[in-house]
T-cell receptor, first 115, second 114 residues
Framework: KQEVTQIPAALSVPEGENLVLNCSFTDSAIYNLQWFRQDPGKGLTSLLLIQSSQREQTSGRLNASLDKSSGRSTLYIAASQPGDSATYLCAVRPEVNNAGNMLTFGGGTRLMVKP | DGGITQSPKYLFRKEGQNVTLSCEQNLNHDAMYWYRQDPGQGLRLIYYSQIVNDFQKGDIAEGYSVSREKKESFPLTVTSAQKNPTAFYLC?????????????FGPGTRLTVT
């Protein structure tokens, strides 16, 4: 059974710092990996989706990388801002997609960026 | 505006009562999902539906029930058999066509049972 782990569980950094969030998964047979942002008490907003054939995806100050064989992904946030404070979740989708587009989520990293 | 709506945002119930959470989407998506999120944890899949009048159990379906009578709607009933119903519930939808299968999420319903 796929397990997804995110480290650290919480992170506090000063504004302007570059930071890396980690996501690891036990079964490398994935179709793609998705990073989400969740603000307190809100739903999830998709940030980046990386197909299994890709190594990285970029959107603005965000860069997500994927090393499928080692079961790892990182989310790099450049020049962090207080508005980046949120919980970041990663989720993987299985390669054998006969179970209806199932996502397995990590526990999330709660990020606080201090002004 | 296209999107997913969940109502209500906050819901309070007494133990032993069934309660139904609403989820509606106007994205013309075929698939819909219900997740549960507990504090400091990721999402766990309760039920999903790929087409109307069909649905499948997820990892934690016990104590929950769903229906899918219309493409746009996927209500979740939390029954009195659910041992720990207090949680944040998220609904999502996706189109099964296309390469990405990206899921889009609603704003969530926070259920408190006392």
């Amino acid at each position: 059974k796929q397990e997804v782990t995110q480290i650290p569980a919480a992170l506090s950094v000063p504004e302007g710092e570059n930071l890396v969030l980690n996501c690891s998964f036990t079964d490398s047979a994935i179709y793609n990996l998705q990073w989400f942002r969740q603000d307190p008490g809100k739903g999830l907003t998709s940030l980046l989706l990386i197909q299994s054939s890709q190594r990285e995806q970029t959107s603005g100050r965000l860069n997500a990388s994927l090393d499928k064989s080692s079961g790892r992904s990182t989310l790099y946030i450049a020049a962090s801002q207080p508005g980046d404070s949120a919980t970041y979740l990663c989720a993987v989708r299985p390669e054998v997609n006969n179970a209806g587009n199932m996502l397995t989520f990590g526990g999330g990293t709660r990020l606080m960026v201090k002004p | 505006d296209g999107g997913i709506t969940q109502s209500p945002k906050y819901l309070f119930r007494k133990e032993g009562q069934n309660v139904t959470l609403s989820c509606e989407q106007n994205l013309n998506h075929d698939a819909m999902y219900w997740y549960r999120q507990d504090p400091g944890q990721g999402l766990r899949l309760i039920y999903y539906s790929q087409i109307v009048n069909d649905f499948q159990k997820g990892d934690i379906a016990e104590g929950y029930s769903v229906s899918r009578e219309k493409k746009e709607s996927f209500p979740l009933t939390v029954t009195s058999a659910q041992k720990n119903p207090t949680a944040f519930y998220l609904c999502a939808s996706s189109t099964l066509a296309g390469q990405a299968y990206e899921q889009y999420f609603g704003p969530g319903t926070r259920l408190t049972v006392t």
